[in-house]
């Protein structure tokens, strides 16, 4: 008897989740960089992370994984919630920051970001103890030469002065989320719960820095909307469509595939005419993207070579690795 092959509709599930998340993703610095002209940074972030902490929790109880906690112990409890806290509250902070900072700027603000995966290559050295390759290096240097052409604004030899600070933020904010996904590989619990506590946590610290920077600002109808959006669909449903995707889907073609969220970004912008589209965007993304797609495409040649030349020789104990962790973005995956 002749098996039938999967239906159709199976195969590209993975990839309409992808979609959604590539296009609920991008929207990020054209909201954020809109709200933050008369919202204060630290009240966006303590708003929309308080919508997307509502969605994760509906998420727990409909998978009914609410009795995952148990698993915890007080340990990992406090482990898990000192990661939000000192991973996704630093990130989003600097990364609203940047586009308060320059909103004239935010596709450029947005590639910047983009260099969590070159930072997760190098902090994978001290901490994962992983050793520097050619390979590496080179990734590394390609994807800051793309960020030194966003600062330079496509001259090579004269810098975007007034946008240093923004700039400088962005890269900041992307230093902490590559913290954030190497340290988070050491969590090996499930998603959507540990999620739950990494918001959670990084709420309560909004709501501090609230509180203690500036006077909460009424918001209008409409910035409630782009903040329902922002929390609940781009930071809640976002993260819950990827966790479907890299599930259902090959992981490997998914995480690679979700660069393609800064270019639709870029083209979000030009459309709502908060920004041109110019050629010295598309080469400085092309550049820091290539960086952690060569360390990758690199491993993975290396590990079909060999596969059949080791198979069932010098068998070692799995170890962390940093090519896990770009990709799939940590234990998060959210840029």
């Known amino acids: 008897m002749i098996e039938s092959r999967p239906k159709t509709p199976r195969r590209i599930e993975p990839y309409l989740y992808l979609c959604a998340v590539v296009l609920l993703w991008a929207s990020t610095p054209l909201i954020v960089s809109e709200l933050s002209r008369s919202l204060p940074v630290s009240e966006i972030a303590f708003l929309a992370t308080g919508f997307a902490v509502v969605v994760m929790a509906i998420a727990v109880t409909v998978l009914k994984q609410w009795p995952c906690y148990a698993a915890y112990g007080l340990k990992g409890f406090l482990a898990t919630t000192a990661l939000g806290a000192g991973g996704i509250f630093p990130y989003t902070t600097l990364y609203y920051l940047a586009f308060s900072m320059a909103p004239g700027a935010a596709g450029e603000i947005n590639i910047i970001n983009y260099l969590w995966p070159v930072w997760i290559l190098v902090i994978s050295v001290p901490v994962l103890r992983e050793s520097i390759t050619w390979r590496k290096l080179a990734g590394i240097l390609l994807s800051f030469a793309g960020v030194y052409l966003i600062v330079s604004g496509g001259r090579f030899i004269r810098f975007e002065m007034g946008r240093l600070p923004a700039y400088a933020a962005a890269a900041a904010g992307a230093f902490f989320w590559g913290l954030f996904s190497v340290c988070g590989k050491r969590q090996n619990h499930e998603p959507v719960p540990t999620m739950l506590l990494y918001d959670s946590s990084a709420f309560i610290c909004f709501g501090i820095l609230a509180a203690a920077t500036s006077?909460?600002?009424?918001?209008?109808?409409?910035?409630?909307?782009?903040?329902?959006?922002?929390?609940?669909?781009?930071?809640?449903?976002?993260?819950?469509?990827?966790?479907?995707?890299?599930?259902?889907?090959?992981?490997?073609?998914?995480?690679?595939?979700?660069?393609?969220?800064?270019?639709?970004?870029?083209?979000?912008?030009?459309?709502?005419?908060?920004?041109?589209?110019?050629?010295?965007?598309?080469?400085?993304?092309?550049?820091?993207?290539?960086?952690?797609?060569?360390?990758?495409?690199?491993?993975?040649?290396?590990?079909?070579?060999?596969?059949?030349?080791?198979?069932?020789?010098?068998?070692?104990?799995?170890?962390?690795?940093?090519?896990?962790?770009?990709?799939?973005?940590?234990?998060?995956?959210?840029?």
């Open 215 to 335: 006077a909460l600002t009424m918001p209008t109808w409409k910035q409630w909307g782009l903040l329902l959006f922002l929390g609940a669909g781009v930071n809640g449903l976002g993260y819950l469509f990827w966790i479907l995707a890299l599930k259902k889907g090959d992981t490997a073609r998914i995480s690679t595939a979700v660069y393609a969220t800064p270019f639709v970004a870029l083209i979000y912008l030009a459309l709502f005419g908060k920004g041109r589209l110019q050629l010295f965007h598309l080469a400085s993304l092309a550049l820091i993207v290539a960086g952690p797609l060569v360390q990758c495409i690199g491993r993975s040649m290396a590990a079909g070579s060999g596969r059949t030349m080791n198979q069932g020789r010098f068998a070692r104990k799995p170890q962390h690795s940093s090519r896990d962790a770009v990709g799939t973005g940590g234990s998060d995956g959210r840029p």
